[in-house]
């Protein structure tokens, strides 16, 4: 019973109680977490966070200037910045084609392991110059907004220039309803006879592409042979060749 008692006990005092599985500060108590728990307890950590007086006012006042939709509590503002990292695109978490600062700030993110040093340590330190006398809610809030738009943007980015690449490749000159359709009306013209699986998949998925995200995300993952969620930068640059190569077949085809 003793992981039941610590579940309840930790979401009962969730205001105040932070979760850390295997060091690392966590944004949510998942069913991973409670997994973690029965199979081996020592994997997971409680820790009281009591967050008061000026502490509590420079949190509240960061979550308003990030727009986070969470009560004004601190521990909640920290766990919902956390959130917002953990709910990215395991690529974006990979991928090296951020900006300088937005890699610092995914770097601090990733290892965090405490939100008192996440808040008050690890961000301020990258907008701290020497003249800087303390803690400047704004200009952290300003560093994490603009950092996690930039990792937000960057995977539906990558989608959006591959997609601009195939069009191209495939000889479509514009991304109009009317062009969509004529490509997979051309598509379906040649289903099931190119004799290769990979080219075959590739010609059944343009048979239904609609433009989405989704359809894109399943043409990439034919040209990289890896789900896109999960690619790294060689894939990426594995998918545009892959991409190139398979519209090269399907104009001979």
Known sequence: ????????????????????????????????????LARNPSDIALRQVEMAGVTSQIL????????????????????AIVAQFDDLVPWTSKT???????????????RASDPNR???????????????????????ARLLRDALAEMRAAYPTTLAELKALMLNELDVRAETTDAIAD????????????????LDAFVGRLAQFHGTHQD?????????????????????????VGIAELAGAFLRL
């Open 1 to 36: 019973l003793g992981p039941v008692y610590v579940v309840a006990y930790a979401f009962s005092r969730k205001e105040r109680i932070a979760v850390y599985g295997e060091g690392v500060f966590q944004s949510r108590f998942t069913d991973l977490c409670v997994e973690f």
């Open 60 to 79: 509240t006042q960061l979550g308003k200037l990030l727009e986070l939709d969470v009560q004004d509590e601190p521990l909640a503002v920290a766990r």
């Open 118 to 140: 996440l808040l008050f340590d690890d961000l301020p330190a990258l907008v701290k110059s020497e003249k800087d006398g303390g803690f400047d809610p704004k200009k952290v």
């Open 183 to 198: 490509l997979r009306d051309r598509a379906e013209n040649i289903r099931q006879i190119g004799g290769d699986l990979r």
């Open 96 to 110: 090296q084609s951020l900006s300088p600062m937005t890699l610092r700030v995914r770097e601090v993110l990733k």
């Open 216 to 240: 894109m995300e399943g043409l990439a993952s034919i040209a990289a042979n890896k789900l896109p969620r999960d690619w790294n930068d060689s894939d990426r640059e594995r998918a545009r």
